[in-house]
């Protein structure tokens, strides 16, 4: 779905460097989601928003900060990160009523 | 809590067959049940969605709270559905209307000619 972008796309990184992800959605959604994918573990909720001033730990945000710039924007950012973070990043958006999902691109993140 | 499980991580069929993908649910209200897809290297895409009771690209999928499952079904299975399958729940938060998602392992579904 194009209304959902996610950059950079593809990002290799070295230990203990800050890495920021961008998320931008034009489908007028207030709600976001970070997760992130990994083989074997399916998808995995990192944080959520549901307007610009409500943020929300997900299952596993630990090592994890997010930003709630505009209703449009959510970024994740891994203050230090750690090569058992090479995953793929997916971000989201959706709206009520039916809570179906909008999923991005990915952004694929190698920490070496 | 919620949870989903997909039973099967791989699943291999001949075209033309029948397919059946497993999801069985954990939640304790009434939830709404997803089905999503990814193809090689592509961004997850909705299928379906119990509520609409639809069928997309030959792929149904029917609730059954008894049995708290939610499996996807198509009669005759194309190359072109190869590819991975997850479903996913979505419940309330606090009794409210704020809904995440809870997403099961996913099944790799490869149709072979």
């Known amino acids: 779905d194009a209304d959902v972008t996610q950059t950079p796309r593809n990002r290799i990184t070295k230990t203990g460097k800050r890495i920021m992800l961008e998320c931008s959605q034009t489908?007028?959604?207030?709600?976001m989601y970070w997760y992130r994918q990994d083989p074997g573990l399916g998808l995995r909720l990192i944080y959520y928003?549901?307007?610009?001033?409500?943020?929300n730990k997900g299952e596993i945000s630990d090592g994890y900060s997010v930003s709630r710039q505009a209703q449009a924007k959510f970024s994740l950012s891994l203050e230090s990160a750690i090569p058992n973070q090479t995953a793929l990043y997916f971000c989201?958006?959706?709206?009520?009523?039916?809570?179906?999902?909008?999923f991005g691109p990915g952004t694929r993140l190698t920490v070496l | 809590a919620q949870r989903v499980t997909q039973p099967e991580k791989l699943l291999s069929v001949f075209k033309g067959a029948p397919v059946e993908l497993k999801c069985n649910y954990s939640?304790?209200?009434?939830?709404?049940l997803f089905w999503y897809v990814q193809y090689s290297r592509q961004r997850l895409q909705l299928l379906l969605r119990?509520?609409s009771r639809e069928s997309i690209k030959g792929f149904t999928a029917d609730l059954n709270k008894g049995e708290t499952s939610f499996h996807l079904k198509k009669p005759f299975a194309q190359e072109e559905d190869s590819a991975m399958y997850y479903c996913?729940?979505?419940?309330?938060?606090?009794?409210?209307?704020?809904?995440?998602?809870?997403f099961g392992k996913g099944t790799l579904l490869t149709v072979n000619p």
């Open positions: 989201a958006t959706s709206d009520p009523p039916g809570a179906a999902q909008y």
């Open positions: 489908k007028g959604h207030d709600r």
């Open positions: 928003s549901f307007d610009v001033k409500d943020i």
């Open positions: 939640y304790s209200g009434s939830p709404e």
């Open positions: 119990h509520i």
């Open positions: 996913a729940l979505s419940g309330s938060r606090g009794g409210g209307s704020n809904y995440k998602l809870t």
